[in-house]
Protein backbone atom coordinates (compact mmCIF):
# COMPACT_ATOMS: atom_id res chain seq x y z
CA UNK A 1 0.00 0.00 0.00
CA UNK A 2 1.67 3.75 -0.95
CA UNK A 3 2.27 5.61 2.17
CA UNK A 4 -0.51 8.08 0.97
CA UNK A 5 -3.00 5.50 0.90
CA UNK A 6 -2.28 4.45 4.71
CA UNK A 7 -2.91 7.97 5.59
CA UNK A 8 -6.57 7.97 4.25
CA UNK A 9 -9.28 7.71 7.03
CA UNK A 10 -10.16 4.74 6.37
CA UNK A 11 -6.87 3.04 6.33
CA UNK A 12 -5.57 5.01 9.13
CA UNK A 13 -8.57 4.44 12.04
CA UNK A 14 -10.24 1.34 13.18
CA UNK A 15 -13.53 0.85 12.08
CA UNK A 16 -15.06 2.22 15.67
CA UNK A 17 -13.58 5.06 15.37
CA UNK A 18 -13.63 5.81 11.97
CA UNK A 19 -17.66 5.65 12.64
CA UNK A 20 -17.56 7.54 15.39
CA UNK A 21 -16.02 10.46 14.24
CA UNK A 22 -18.45 9.89 10.80
CA UNK A 23 -20.95 11.01 13.05
CA UNK A 24 -20.29 14.12 13.85
CA UNK A 25 -19.81 15.23 10.05
CA UNK A 26 -21.48 17.22 7.88
CA UNK A 27 -21.93 16.58 3.90
CA UNK A 28 -19.99 20.24 2.24
CA UNK A 29 -19.75 20.92 -1.17
CA UNK A 30 -17.43 23.79 -2.65
CA UNK A 31 -17.39 25.05 -6.22
CA UNK A 32 -13.81 24.56 -8.80
CA UNK A 33 -11.51 27.80 -7.50
CA UNK A 34 -12.91 28.02 -4.11
CA UNK A 35 -10.41 28.58 -1.06
CA UNK A 36 -10.79 26.35 1.76
CA UNK A 37 -8.70 28.07 4.11
CA UNK A 38 -5.73 30.43 3.98
CA UNK A 39 -2.39 30.00 5.31
CA UNK A 40 -2.18 31.95 8.97
CA UNK A 41 -6.12 31.50 9.67
CA UNK A 42 -7.57 30.34 12.57
CA UNK A 43 -7.61 26.41 12.20
CA UNK A 44 -11.72 25.37 13.07
CA UNK A 45 -12.66 22.71 11.28
CA UNK A 46 -11.39 20.10 9.09
CA UNK A 47 -12.52 17.93 5.87
CA UNK A 48 -12.22 14.35 4.61
CA UNK A 49 -12.16 14.72 0.89
CA UNK A 50 -15.62 12.71 -0.63
CA UNK A 51 -15.00 13.47 -4.29
CA UNK A 52 -12.64 16.34 -6.47
CA UNK A 53 -8.78 17.49 -5.67
CA UNK A 54 -7.93 20.13 -3.39
CA UNK A 55 -4.25 21.64 -3.40
CA UNK A 56 -2.54 22.32 -0.56
CA UNK A 57 -0.29 25.53 -0.93
CA UNK A 58 2.15 27.54 1.06
CA UNK A 59 3.00 31.13 1.07
CA UNK A 60 6.12 32.06 -0.39
CA UNK A 61 6.92 36.34 -0.12
CA UNK A 62 7.28 38.25 -3.92
CA UNK A 63 5.92 34.66 -5.77
CA UNK A 64 2.59 33.07 -6.43
CA UNK A 65 1.76 30.53 -3.70
CA UNK A 66 3.41 27.31 -5.08
CA UNK A 67 1.36 23.65 -4.82
CA UNK A 68 2.56 21.35 -2.23
CA UNK A 69 0.42 18.59 -2.50
CA UNK A 70 -2.91 17.84 -4.01
CA UNK A 71 -5.19 15.51 -2.15
CA UNK A 72 -8.06 13.31 -3.04
CA UNK A 73 -10.68 11.16 -2.20
CA UNK A 74 -10.24 9.79 1.63
CA UNK A 75 -7.73 12.34 2.44
CA UNK A 76 -7.64 14.53 5.50
CA UNK A 77 -7.76 18.04 4.37
CA UNK A 78 -6.70 20.27 7.26
CA UNK A 79 -4.57 19.13 10.49
CA UNK A 80 -4.08 22.59 12.26
CA UNK A 81 -7.50 22.16 13.72
CA UNK A 82 -5.45 20.05 16.42
CA UNK A 83 -2.62 21.51 17.63
CA UNK A 84 -2.22 24.56 19.14
CA UNK A 85 -2.30 27.48 18.44
CA UNK A 86 -5.06 26.42 15.72
CA UNK A 87 -3.77 28.48 13.04
CA UNK A 88 -3.64 27.01 9.36
CA UNK A 89 -0.21 26.30 8.55
CA UNK A 90 -0.56 25.93 4.95
CA UNK A 91 -3.81 27.18 2.63
CA UNK A 92 -6.29 25.14 0.53
CA UNK A 93 -8.29 25.33 -2.66
CA UNK A 94 -10.67 23.36 -4.82
CA UNK A 95 -9.00 22.13 -7.75
CA UNK A 96 -12.00 20.71 -8.97
CA UNK A 97 -15.93 20.82 -7.65
CA UNK A 98 -15.22 19.56 -4.03
CA UNK A 99 -17.33 17.11 -1.62
CA UNK A 100 -16.49 16.03 1.75
CA UNK A 101 -17.04 15.49 5.27
CA UNK A 102 -16.76 18.69 6.99
CA UNK A 103 -15.85 18.25 11.37
CA UNK A 104 -15.86 21.01 13.61
CA UNK A 105 -12.40 21.42 15.30
CA UNK A 106 -13.86 21.79 18.96
CA UNK A 107 -16.20 18.78 18.69
CA UNK A 108 -13.92 16.59 17.31
CA UNK A 109 -10.76 17.99 20.10
CA UNK A 110 -13.55 17.26 22.83
CA UNK A 111 -14.30 13.98 21.31
CA UNK A 112 -10.39 13.06 21.96
CA UNK A 113 -10.30 14.20 25.54
CA UNK A 114 -13.12 12.39 26.22
CA UNK A 115 -12.01 9.20 25.35
CA UNK A 116 -8.78 8.60 25.33
CA UNK A 117 -8.54 5.43 23.16
CA UNK A 118 -10.36 7.71 20.26
CA UNK A 119 -8.27 10.79 20.87
CA UNK A 120 -4.86 8.38 20.86
CA UNK A 121 -6.19 6.78 17.23
CA UNK A 122 -6.81 10.51 15.77
CA UNK A 123 -3.98 12.07 17.14
CA UNK A 124 -1.47 9.04 16.15
CA UNK A 125 -3.05 9.96 12.29
CA UNK A 126 -3.23 13.14 12.16
CA UNK A 127 0.50 13.10 13.13
CA UNK A 128 1.15 10.70 10.49
CA UNK A 129 -1.09 13.19 7.99
CA UNK A 130 1.16 16.03 9.06
CA UNK A 131 4.58 14.62 8.82
CA UNK A 132 3.95 13.81 5.20
CA UNK A 133 2.53 16.96 4.54
CA UNK A 134 5.96 18.43 5.61
CA UNK A 135 7.99 16.47 3.89
CA UNK A 136 6.02 17.07 0.69
CA UNK A 137 6.28 20.59 1.26
CA UNK A 138 10.05 20.50 2.06
CA UNK A 139 10.34 18.78 -1.08
CA UNK A 140 8.36 20.63 -3.52
CA UNK A 141 10.02 23.64 -2.01
CA UNK A 142 13.77 22.22 -2.48
CA UNK A 143 12.47 21.16 -6.19
CA UNK A 144 11.03 24.92 -6.73
CA UNK A 145 13.48 26.97 -5.28
CA UNK A 146 16.94 24.68 -4.19
CA UNK A 147 20.05 25.91 -5.23
CA UNK A 148 21.98 23.64 -7.30
CA UNK A 149 25.92 24.03 -7.30
CA UNK A 150 27.47 24.05 -10.63
CA UNK A 151 30.81 23.89 -11.32
CA UNK A 152 33.12 27.03 -12.06
CA UNK A 153 34.35 26.49 -15.62
CA UNK A 154 37.39 28.81 -15.86
Known sequence: MPPSMALRMNHALPAEHRERLLRVGREA???????????GGHADRFWIIRS???????HVPGRRPPVV?????GDLLGWSWLYEPFVWQLGAGAVTPLQAYEFD???????CL?????GRAVEH???RVLAHRL????????DLYGIYETK???
Open 29 to 39: AFPQGSRLFEE
Open 135 to 142: NAARARLV
Open 114 to 118: DDPEF
Open 69 to 73: ETLGI
Open 52 to 58: GTAALDM
Open 152 to 154: DER
Open 125 to 127: WVG
Open 105 to 111: AVAVRLM
